[in-house]
């Protein structure tokens, strides 16, 4: 793939150059937080010892830079993609924390480690979680989603009681320019919730469980290569970012696809979900994850 400005290298003055794709960009975001999960080591309690690291963030970079061509390698603004695997990873670490660790005896938990992390950084990350250091910080966040939740209702002009756990899943989807992540969505939940607005008042999930089900068993094509042509044919099995297939979790966009036909064994898979499989001839009939983008359904 060929990427000018996601790195904040500079190209040419033309508006078609100078106005990078955001599908292009939403895949580079996620290829990254794919790569800070997997070669960021979560033991460390900051972000600083991590920076100075001489080889971790090297690493990731070229890690990344492997996947894309870029023009006018020179100019690359590193310091906006160290960011984001910083981001990257503080959000990965929140998420084991809420997941696995809180309110739950630490003794139990430092000897169950999730799924492709080291036993010992596991064992490091939990007594992070219960220092006093981190119990400090953890309240700071709690304090963050609470003032989220002011802000929702400021700018709706309605009490923060009113801020359901739907609005709050719809806020927290939203790319920086605004946009929903996935607008079909969205509208689809719109229109149920209006129909049943107690869908609203209990759990994101009674909403998004009747919206998505329609997705659930349909057959698709899945769309592939450069250029982009359909390179499979399958059945979606599951849509929820939460869920884990391999080694990978889902992640907002993405839908796990039961391939039935590969048309062109060669086409590179977009999502691994494996260390072993890269291409989907190697997955023949199997499971995939792919982005919804590239889907028709």
């Keep these: 793939m060929q990427v000018r400005h996601i790195f904040g290298a500079s190209t040419s003055s033309s508006k078609e150059t100078r106005d990078e794709p955001k599908e292009e960009v939403d895949h580079f975001i996620t290829k990254l937080g794919h790569i800070a999960r997997r070669d960021i080591p979560i033991h460390y309690d900051s972000w600083k010892p991590v920076r100075s690291h001489e080889s971790i963030i090297p690493k990731a970079s070229k890690t990344l830079g492997r996947m894309y061509v870029f023009e006018n390698i020179d100019t690359i603004d590193t310091d906006w993609t160290i960011r984001k695997f910083q981001k990257a990873w503080k959000e990965y670490k929140h998420e084991l ?123 698709c094509d899945l769309r592939g290569g450069w250029p982009l042509r359909v390179v499979a044919r399958g059945i979606v099995q599951d849509i929820n970012p939460n869920t884990e297939f391999g080694n990978r979790r889902l992640e907002e966009g993405n839908f796990k696809v039961h391939v039935n036909v590969v048309y062109d064994g060669g086409a590179v898979l977009p999502l691994p979900h494996d260390d072993w499989r890269s291409k989907l001839g190697e997955v023949a009939q199997g499971s995939v994850i792919w982005p919804k983008e590239l889907l028709m359904l």
């Design 97 to 219: 924390f809420k997941k696995y660790v809180k309110d739950q005896p630490p003794s139990f938990v430092r000897e169950h480690p999730k799924q492709g992390i080291p036993l010992q950084d596991w064992r490091q990350f939990v007594d992070n979680c219960n220092s006093e250091k981190f119990k400090v910080n953890g309240f700071s966040v709690l304090f963050h989603e609470s003032v989220a939740k002011v802000e929702m209702a400021k700018e709706k002009g309605v009490p923060v009681s009113s801020i359901t756990r739907l609005d709050q899943y719809m806020h927290n989807h939203k790319r920086k320019n605004g946009e929903h992540q996935d607008p079909e969505l969205v509208e689809k939940l719109n229109d149920y919730t209006a129909l049943h607005p107690e869908s609203r008042e209990t759990s994101v999930n009674d909403a998004l469980t009747k919206v998505v089900n329609e997705y659930i068993g349909k057959e």
